[in-house]
């Protein structure tokens, strides 16, 4: 708790964000690299300019239509996140079925071949695999061009496929979770936790829904909205719910942040 309350500490609701960063659109002959969905209120040109409005990327983000249908080829489209950090890489293949697994580290990925392959990339910090998408975490955090890291991930996983290899270690499918058991964690965590956390600055978490281990989360209150929800997220509850329930996998946030009293502003 005390955690989630320096995150809020000092924070002014009304700053601006650092800008968003793009990629350039790649395309390859199996893999497809777009820049992130970013999109932008327009303005008349007579009226005073103001921030135009940032859509934020909300997840899970929908698959279907996004590739030929009944497709022999393993294909691959990669979509950076609007801070960049992160890129979101969404494959015609089921790599877990109906579950998520957040590999932390090279140590995690021990026994599961694709985690294991794509921390042999070099610029690969952490790897979250659910159902047909991977989310890959960079080290560099500077970098802007996500193009050649995608490239070398994009041929990680496609190589790793057609090997036919279990891609998700046993004994983690093995060890997985109820829904039941990731449901009473998550909310005892959010009750005791993280809503106390942020209560003082007027902001609620809600949990909407359990899908295997994976959860869905809604800010509400201060939180929606507001310019510091993203390293909220990421830094405080993200870290919560891991804490608390180790195996939770994906971690999804409903959110719609141009709602809120405060939306974010590029």
Known sequence: MNFIKRIFT?????????????????????????????????QPETEPSFPDVRRVLQIPVISEGIFPENSDEILIKAQPSPTGDQCLFTVNRSLMTGHSWYFADFESAAGSSLAERLFSLEDVETVLVCECTVTITR???????????????????????????????????????????????????IDIEVNPGVAGHG???????????????????????????????????????RTAVPKVGAIFDETDHTAGLNPFFS
Not at 18 to 41: D, F, G, L, M, N
Not at 161 to 188: F, N
């Open 139 to 189: 080290k560099d955090k500077t970098l802007v061009d996500w193009a050649p890291l995608a490239k070398e991930v994009g041929t990680a996983i496609r190589e790793t496929i057609q090997e036919g290899e279990s891609l998700i270690s046993e004994k983690i499918i093995a060890d997985l979770p109820t829904e039941e058991e990731v449901r009473e964690g998550i909310q005892k965590v």
């Open 10 to 42: 000092g924070m002014k609701q009304d700053e601006e964000p650092e800008s968003s960063v793009t990629a350039e659109e790649k395309t390859e002959e199996k893999e497809i690299v777009t820049s992130p969905v970013i999109e932008k209120a327009s």
């Open 203 to 241: 902001g609620n978490i809600s949990l909407l829904a359990v899908r295997g281990n994976s959860v869905t989360i809604q800010m509400g209150g201060g939180c929606q909205g507001c310019s510091a929800a993203d390293l909220t997220l990421k830094q405080g509850i993200h870290t919560s719910f």
